[in-house]
């Protein structure tokens, strides 16, 4: 396929899909990438087409012929029937803007050739060998019904012997209404996502919180733990750092001027090695230990409260638990709904196409 004497116009990005030949209802993807698409002129022959290329091979190569239609079947997805190469082509396009501005093109490209058509006409036969068919020649497009992709919804009707145009406007005004209540539930449908996964990061955050606090009163415990048993360490030393009671156990035969004496000298020595020993060692560690018993009694107060917005966030989780799940099944109840809405609105597309076939 040479495209020197071809200049393209128009050119934009987008997911390429053809209907399977063999169902006439899937649709079968060009690629994992989107593919350039592009609208060429050929000034030789006035003609237009449409060409998309996937490496070497041509994937679309439609001329734009009067009779084409370009039809969105949603906001992002569009299409159109080759009656000369049998099949119909789908493109996803990333934005609605770029299916608009795509639509657009293509509703010039067949106006021009639809003038170049009827000048043709009036020279009294197709000049364009490009087009390869006279005027009456033309075979009408085939009529479609078939799923796309992502549940993309298709119908195609383009038929020499297609309805008149009240009927055909009663179709298209039954199906522009299905298609937009199935739009305005799947914006629902996402809506009730989004507030889901709000809730499930809020309840993340506060589960995070929770184990945080968890880690903090647990240490706080400890360190109680710890001080505890520095106080019962001390109480124990003071104990200990008190001299015993001293007695003196004598014969009986002593006397009891000489037992007077010797517990007035050991009160002496009592008296001396409590003001020696007993007393500077007594108040640093009175000191201390009551400085140790006010921490003790600080961290209590601190568990205290710890234990509170640890009992309150547990509160909180619980509701933001609860909360979740009221939003999930809210979420399972609009999706089931949305599936009752989408085959309903299937339903109603088939008997729309049968209505369309039957037609005379």
């Known amino acids: 396929m040479s495209t020197a004497r071809e200049q393209p116009i128009f050119s934009t990005r987008a997911h390429v899909f053809q209907i399977d030949p063999a169902t006439k209802r899937n649709w079968i993807p060009a690629g994992k990438h989107a593919l350039t698409v592009s609208y060429f002129y050929d000034a030789t022959r006035n003609v237009y087409r449409i060409i998309s290329l996937g490496g070497a091979k041509a994937i679309i190569n439609s001329t734009v012929t009067p009779n084409m239609t370009f039809t969105k079947t949603s906001q992002k997805f569009g299409q159109w029937a080759d009656s000369r190469a049998n099949t119909v082509y789908g493109l996803g396009f990333a934005s609605e803007q770029h299916l608009t501005q795509f639509a657009e093109k293509f509703q010039e490209v067949k106006e021009a050739a639809r003038l170049a058509r009827e000048k043709s006409q009036d020279g009294g036969e197709l000049t364009s060998p490009a087009l390869g068919l006279t005027a009456h020649q033309v075979p009408p497009s085939p009529l479609v019904s078939s799923n796309g992709p992502g549940d993309e919804k298709l119908f ?25 209540g199935e739009v305005q539930w799947e914006a629902e449908f996402f809506a009730l996502q989004d507030s889901n996964n709000k809730l499930a990061s809020a309840l993340r955050e506060a589960n995070a919180a929770a184990a945080q606090w968890r880690q903090q009163l647990e240490a706080q415990r400890a360190e109680a733990e710890r001080l505890r048993q520095r106080v019962a360490e001390l109480e124990a030393q003071a104990a200990t750092a008190e001299p015993p009671a001293v007695s003196e156990k004598e014969g009986p035969g002593q006397s009891l001027e000489q037992l007077e004496a010797l517990v007035q000298t050991k009160d002496q020595e009592i008296q001396t090695l409590k003001s020696q020993t007993g007393g500077p060692r ?6 201390e230990r009551e400085e140790t018993q006010q921490k003790v009694q600080e961290l209590e107060t601190r568990n205290a409260e710890l234990e509170h917005q640890l009992r309150a966030t547990e509160r909180s989780l619980e509701e933001a638990r609860v909360e979740r799940e009221r939003a999930r099944a809210e979420v399972g109840r609009a999706a089931q709904l949305l599936d009752v809405r989408l085959f309903e609105l299937s339903e109603l597309r088939e008997g729309l196409a049968r209505l369309a076939e039957g037609a005379p």
Request: hydrophobic share 30%.
């Open 282 to 287: 007594e108040a640093p560690e009175t000191a």
């Open 156 to 180: 195609r009707s383009q038929s020499a012997d297609a309805p008149g145009p009240a009927e055909r406007e009663r179709l298209r005004k039954m199906l522009s209404e299905g298609s937009v």
